[in-house]
């Protein structure tokens, strides 16, 4: 392996944002080398929506900014130049074609992260990137204010430009140790509270394990703090054998996990009811008992909800299942009523980044320039993708912004 050999761009890390910062560069010209600390290059892309890769979604760039919270309009430079119909087009172009199949996520016509991984490699391949792989980046080296270049374990490498696009801290077994926050912070940048995000969540109650049989849809969570009642959500919620997870939890987890660190418990309310209050459960019910009045409780639950979950809340609210709903006391069909609409739950831990799909948090925003991704503090140094302090939820909204921040820093304005 060469030493000491000048490139014009290093880029640490090939994910999805070091790739196409890479790609991008090389096609203006650049000479451009890849320092990846894996044996092979993409592994959390591999890995991305169980293997499906689930690029993108349809969102326009206003809503797709919102869903990123307060800090969503950082990218808004990034999405001009790259929203998702510019990724579909350097897609096809490269020979990848994609789809929609339920009009709003878009994914490889392949379903396989596989194809998009062989047509960046055959693109960097014929723009002669250089890849060196089981290559650990230790210190970005700088003089004064100004890039320039990165020791690894086995060498220096020189360049004018460095892009760190090492990712964050979820997935550990697919290379995510937090180097790029190591980094970034030996030369002065801030990196805000890390937080696992996009998992399942354990709960104290253990009622949720004898609920794992069903899938409950249009579910809305909150959090049952007075200081974060804005904090909710809604989508599909699977309860498993410590906890719950589904789509909603995964993208929920982003704003919880923070919250355990600072109350130990963070207790939740779910509406599983599909957003019925209390007075149109009543009501529903009403309707139900006219056309059949002979259910018991159990039965009309089950116009709502799965039996097993039916079961553990006529518990929680000390009700016989195998009664009538009209010969139940007042205080224990209004308490009935009150668990259907707001049933709550409490968060008390989770798996830690080895079950993480993103991090929350990360290099502070406010020393990167929205306008290229370069470093406000050191010049010629570039960030992209999760290493940023800048999440979303599920739903190709995270390696849109991966694509989007890197084909930017790419451009090495």
């Known amino acids: 392996m060469p030493k000491n050999r000048d490139y014009d761009l290093i880029v640490i890390g090939s994910g999805a944002a070091g790739i196409i910062a890479a790609i991008v560069a090389a096609r203006e010209g650049k000479s451009v080398l890849i320092l990846e600390k894996l044996s092979?290059?993409?592994?959390?892309?591999?890995?991305?929506?169980?293997?499906?890769?689930?690029?993108?979604?349809?969102?326009?760039?206003?809503?797709?900014?919102?869903?990123?919270?307060?800090?969503?309009?950082?990218?808004?430079?990034?999405?001009?130049?790259?929203?998702?119909?510019?990724?579909?087009?350097?897609?096809?172009?490269?020979?990848?074609?994609?789809?929609?199949?339920?009009?709003?996520?878009?994914?490889?016509?392949?379903?396989?992260?596989?194809?998009?991984?062989?047509?960046?490699?055959?693109?960097?391949?014929?723009?002669?990137?250089?890849?060196?792989?089981n290559e650990r980046a230790l210190r970005l080296l700088a003089t004064g204010k100004h890039i320039d270049g990165v020791k690894t374990q086995n060498a220096t490498f020189y360049a004018p430009n460095v892009i760190v696009a090492t990712g964050g801290l979820g997935y550990p077994v697919l290379g995510a140790e937090g180097d790029g926050y190591n980094l970034a912070s030996e030369l002065g940048h801030k990196v805000t509270d890390l937080s696992p995000a996009m998992m399942p969540l354990k709960t104290k109650e253990e009622w949720v394990k004898n609920c794992r049989a069903d899938t409950i849809a249009k579910v809305e969570l909150r959090v049952?703090?007075?200081?974060?009642?804005?904090?909710?959500?809604?989508?599909?919620?699977?309860?498993?054998?410590?906890?719950?997870?589904?789509?909603?939890?995964?993208?929920?987890?982003?704003?919880?996990?923070?919250?355990?660190?600072?109350?130990?418990?963070?207790?939740?309310?779910?509406?599983?009811?599909?957003?019925?209050?209390?007075?149109?459960?009543?009501?529903?019910?009403?309707?139900?008992?006219?056309?059949?009045?002979?259910?018991?409780i159990l039965e009309l639950l089950q116009t709502l909800l799965p039996q097993s979950l039916s079961i553990e809340l006529c518990k929680l609210a000390q009700v016989n299942p195998d009664e009538k709903y009209n010969k139940i006391a007042g205080k224990k069909r209004d308490k009935l009523i009150s668990l259907l609409a707001w049933t709550p739950l409490t968060v008390n831990g989770h798996d830690g980044f080895k079950m993480a799909m993103i991090t929350r948090g990360g290099i502070s925003l406010k020393e990167i320039n929205p306008k290229t991704m370069q470093s406000k503090l050191i010049s010629g140094l570039y960030f992209c993708g999760e290493v940023m302090n800048l999440d979303g939820p599920c739903g190709g909204y995270n390696l849109q912004w991966s694509f989007a921040s890197g084909h930017l820093a790419g451009k090495l304005l």
């Open 224 to 296: 049952d703090i007075k200081k974060h009642k804005k904090l909710r959500a809604k989508g599909d919620l699977i309860f498993t054998n410590t906890g719950i997870r589904g789509p909603v939890v995964l993208d929920f987890a982003r704003e919880v996990t923070p919250l355990l660190k600072k109350y130990t418990e963070v207790p939740l309310l779910l509406n599983l009811t599909k957003g019925k209050n209390e007075e149109q459960i009543r009501e529903h019910f009403k309707t139900a008992l006219s056309q059949d009045s002979t259910q018991n």
């Open 40 to 133: 092979k290059i993409a592994s959390k892309l591999k890995a991305t929506g169980g293997g499906r890769c689930n690029l993108t979604n349809t969102l326009d760039n206003e809503d797709f900014m919102a869903r990123f919270g307060r800090d969503g309009r950082f990218m808004q430079d990034a999405l001009k130049e790259f929203d998702y119909k510019a990724l579909i087009c350097f897609l096809d172009e490269i020979g990848v074609t994609t789809h929609v199949p339920d009009g709003f996520r878009i994914f490889p016509t392949s379903h396989s992260s596989l194809t998009i991984i062989k047509a960046l490699e055959d693109e960097m391949q014929k723009l002669g990137i250089k890849i060196f792989s």
